[in-house]
């Protein structure tokens, strides 16, 4: 009890309290520009953290993850622009609603599933990432490879439409990571004689260039939609479409439980994401309503719940592969591992032994987020439905100046920009012909890691009968081809009915 | 129709052989005594892109001679857009280097306002100030550090 005094007074000092509150703030008013994500609005506040502790520099990018999630239905809702993927299906349910005049109802509603979620989520997170990490210290490197390889595959098979675009998407980030001195000799590889690249591309110029700048040239691109969106929401003056009645609890409660259940489950495996979470809970409650179409024509409360309950389960639980074993499991997870490298913390199972205050600071940390959305979501509602209305012409520039800042900051100055340009038409590229940048951004983060493992496993192994030595490697391994086989069929089959529709 | 994925496996599939046969034989030292070669997981990786990148053409190939569509085709918009930020950024990277700081923070605020179609001169002045002045306050004043 003695040491754990200290890890509250630092998780609830005024000084990480007060970065807790601008992430979550400044996550839910970028997540209710139209058009902008959570992936976005984590990558451009990279260098904030750069001063910070390591523990407020957590909590901060946490809470801005969070309040993003939760934020991107605002647009959903009010305009049919959800700010990401995971929120369309809150907008099918959400925007019928508004257009009845019931946006405020839906707002609100959407908040509370969304703060139940993310706490549930939390909870989980909490309860087994320390177990899993325990399991995880007696992995070995032939282990370790074949789990990487399974993560990879999954991975790549689930981010995109496509199996092949998604294995070659993480290949290539595997390959960009194999960039500068080499770990074994020290020789310079793929350098082109450039000193800069020494110690490898650095990744926050990488990541905003692939999440961030990408999405701006998509956007400024898509302008003119956005603009007549923006003109057209109208607000509403009814008393009760600012209120959730009970009976309104009564029909979203279930539609709830099942999102947090959905989402926490979604979450801990790697690469599903959360579009793919709200998708589920969505279709789960659509159909045991039995309302069918009716969800999407009039609109349905429980169907923002049954969404956002699972959209913002997922973020917390896609922490407990990175904090277990140290794989990122999604896009925030990744940025996330940069954010720890930058603070000299290297995420996985011994992040539980070597830096225990500081893993159990970020765990209240994420329940004061929690909190904080709340208050948040409940208090700023007006202005964030106001704040959907700013020009894209204002919102983008801002976008794509902050980018600039952040990758000049920690990609060693102009050098930094410029890799930031080239992964960003390189991310444009990839957004538009469905090459999962995900994938590339999660191969480029544990292309160290996996040589590293895979180096090892060739010392250790010397014949291949030695495998059987190795079961849990062997049943990843498995575990991989089986996944090649399995989600390709899925992807053709999926291909095939779009086609014959 | 578009053909997408058919240009984009060539591409891949010349990357992929240009890798193998250029690029990694030449930036790659042999290793000395490691007992692995630096080159191998680079070679792996480049295998694998160039045999999914005959995958990639393959499929796309089939689905072009079936009369479906191999890809996806992006609105002159957004190729326009793309080009308009490298621009700017490009620009704002030579007055940095050659101008100043200032300027080029500018250039690559008011650049990107004025091709989404911004022409209120409050705004367009009153943005990048707003920005710079935020920028050096939160930087300088409040986390302490230097930008330049």
């Known amino acids: 009890m003695d040491s754990f005094l200290p890890v509250l007074e630092s998780a609830f000092s005024p000084g990480n309290l007060a970065w807790i509150l601008f992430g979550v703030t400044l996550g839910y008013l970028v997540g209710a520009l139209p058009g902008l994500g959570k992936g976005t609005a984590t990558a451009v506040a990279i260098p904030l953290t750069f001063y910070l502790s390591p523990l407020a520099a957590i909590a901060f990018l946490v809470g801005i993850a969070k309040g993003s999630t939760a934020g991107s239905a605002v647009s959903a809702i009010l305009l049919n622009t959800p700010g990401e993927p995971s929120s369309t299906p809150t907008a099918m349910a959400g925007y019928p609603l508004a257009r009845a005049g019931k946006a405020q109802k839906a707002l609100k509603m959407g908040l509370f599933a969304s703060v139940i979620g993310d706490l549930f989520s939390t909870i989980v997170l909490i309860l087994v990432a320390q177990e899993l990490a325990e399991y995880a210290l007696g992995i070995g490197p032939v282990e370790l490879t074949g789990i990487l390889a399974f993560s990879m595959v999954f991975i790549a098979g689930l981010s995109g439409r496509s199996m092949i675009k998604g294995l070659i998407a993480g290949l290539f980030g595997i390959l960009v990571s194999c960039v500068g001195l080499e770990v074994e000799t020290g020789s310079p590889r793929l350098t082109f004689g450039m000193i800069e690249v020494y110690d490898g591309l650095p990744l926050i110029p990488v990541a905003i260039g692939m999440l961030a700048l990408s999405e701006m040239m998509i956007q400024i691109g898509q302008r003119q939609r956005l603009q007549e969106e923006a003109d057209l929401l109208r607000g509403s003056g009814k008393r009760e479409d600012r209120i959730v009645t009970l009976g309104d609890w009564r029909r979203s409660a279930r539609a709830i439980l099942r999102g947090c259940l959905i989402g926490t489950g979604v979450g801990i495996l790697p690469g599903l994401g959360a579009s793919v979470g709200s998708f589920l809970s969505y279709g789960a409650e659509r159909k045991a309503s039995g309302r069918g179409a009716d969800f999407e024509e009039t609109g349905a409360i429980e169907g923002v719940a049954a969404a956002e309950s699972a959209d913002n389960a997922v973020v917390p639980a896609s922490f407990v592969p990175l904090f277990a074993i140290g794989i990122p499991g999604s896009v925030i997870a990744a940025i996330l591992i940069g954010a720890f490298t930058i603070q000299g913390i290297t995420p996985g199972p011994l992040l539980f032994l070597e830096n225990r205050d500081l893993i159990l600071g970020v765990y209240m940390s994420m329940i004061a987020a929690s909190l904080f959305l709340l208050l948040i979501g409940y208090f700023g509602q007006n202005v964030f439905a106001r704040i959907v209305r700013i020009s894209p012409a204002l919102v983008m520039p801002i976008v794509v100046f902050l980018c600039c800042l952040g990758a000049y900051l920690q990609g060693g100055g102009a050098f930094g920009i410029g890799v930031m340009v080239v992964f960003g038409v390189i991310g444009f590229f990839a957004k538009k012909y469905d090459f999962s940048f995900v994938t590339f951004l999660i191969g480029f983060v544990i292309g160290p890691s996996f040589e590293l493992s895979l180096r090892q496993t060739l010392g250790l192994v010397t014949d291949v009968s030695e495998l059987l030595d190795h079961p849990v490697a062997l049943a990843f391994a498995a575990l991989a081809v089986f996944g090649v086989w399995r989600l390709t069929v899925l992807q053709r089959r999926q291909r095939e009915a779009i086609v014959g529709d | ?148």
Do not use: N
């Open chain 2, 1 to 148: 129709m578009p053909k997408s994925d058919l240009i984009a496996g060539i591409v891949l599939l010349v990357f992929g052989l240009a890798m193998l046969a250029v690029v990694i034989p030449t930036q790659t030292s042999e290793g000395g005594d490691a007992t692995i070669s630096p080159a191998l997981l680079p070679q792996i990786c480049s295998v694998g892109i160039t045999g999914l990148a005959v995958l990639l053409t393959l499929r796309a190939t089939g689905r072009l001679r079936r009369g479906i569509a191999a890809g996806v085709a992006v609105p002159a918009a957004e190729w326009w857009a793309m080009l308009a930020v490298v621009l700017a950024v490009g620009g704002a990277i030579a007055l940095f280097v050659w101008v100043s700081p200032a300027v080029a923070a500018v250039l690559l605020i008011v650049g990107p306002m004025l091709y989404m179609g911004e022409r209120r001169i409050w705004l367009l002045a009153g943005v990048p100030a707003v920005l710079l002045v935020g920028a050096w306050l939160l930087f300088y004043r409040v986390l302490g550090t230097a930008i330049v």
